[in-house]
């Protein structure tokens, strides 16, 4: 059967668009230059509640969250340059009033009611965002003084080595005569009960041997002169 060759046309699957993320228009260095003075979270009011998880797991799922409802749509999350965050924050927010001091955040409010709920969320990812860096800052800092004190205990322990070895070394050298003359006492104890003991068998064996001559009519061996 004939087929006939169809060459591919061009592909017009397009490409994966990017866009911004929206959760970093504020970023949180621009409002917690050290870290540890970003409030954590979660930060409430008196009326508010929070009843799901905390820490680092809750703050991830929580800033998740935030990041599908400003993000919908497709196209692949890039952070935003500094022109786009110009340009979305003068869109959204004022540096006037201060509805999230709760959070840390001050001279900052919604530009208008049209956008009050996606500021809020905004306000709030920049929130998650500093407590998390806080949580990264804590913990480096954390691992950075184990190692600090792992290589601190490393060197005591070199240090008393060495300073301990040299005197450890002098006095087993001022100890070996005494060391070697009771070695040898040692040693003597072994031969005088090796020597009893050889001698008693010996004796045994002589007097097996006399008894044995006297068996046979033959001349009674001489004791051996150690047993004299």
């Known amino acids: 059967m004939f087929h006939q060759f169809i060459p591919p046309g061009p592909n017009t699957v397009p490409e994966p668009s990017t866009k911004i993320d929206r959760t970093q228009i504020l970023d949180p260095k621009d409002y ?8 954590d979270w979660p930060a409430l009011t008196g009326t508010q509640r929070y ?14 969250a935030i990041g599908q409802y400003l993000n919908r749509g497709p196209g ?8 786009e965050r110009d340009q979305h924050f003068s869109a959204t927010f004022r540096r006037t009033g201060s ?4 959070l840390g955040l001050n001279e900052l409010s919604p530009l208008g009611r049209m956008v ?3 500021a809020e969320l905004m306000a709030e990812a920049c929130h998650l965002r500093g407590y998390l860096r806080k949580l990264e800052v804590k913990a480096a800092a954390s691992a950075e003084a184990d ?15 060495r300073f301990a070895a040299a ?5 087993i050298e001022a100890l070996a005569e005494a060391v070697a003359r009771h070695q040898q006492r040692e040693e003597d104890e072994k031969a ?3 020597t009893y003991s050889i001698r008693q068998q010996l004796s045994a064996r002589h007097s097996a041997a006399v008894q044995a001559a006297h068996t046979l009519g033959l001349g009674v061996p001489d004791a051996p002169e150690v047993l004299g």
């Open 76 to 83: 692949t999350l890039r952070a935003p340059t500094p022109d």
């Open 32 to 39: 917690w230059r050290d870290p540890a003075t970003c409030p």
């Open 147 to 161: 190692e600090h004190r792992r290589l601190s205990e490393a060197r005591r322990t070199l240090d008393e080595y």
């Open 99 to 102: 509805p999230w001091h709760h």
């Open 116 to 118: 009050e709920g996606e």
């Open 192 to 194: 005088v009960a090796r």
């Open 167 to 171: 005197a450890d070394v002098a006095e």
């Open 51 to 64: 009843d799901g998880p905390r820490g680092k797991v809750g703050a991830e799922q929580r800033l998740q």
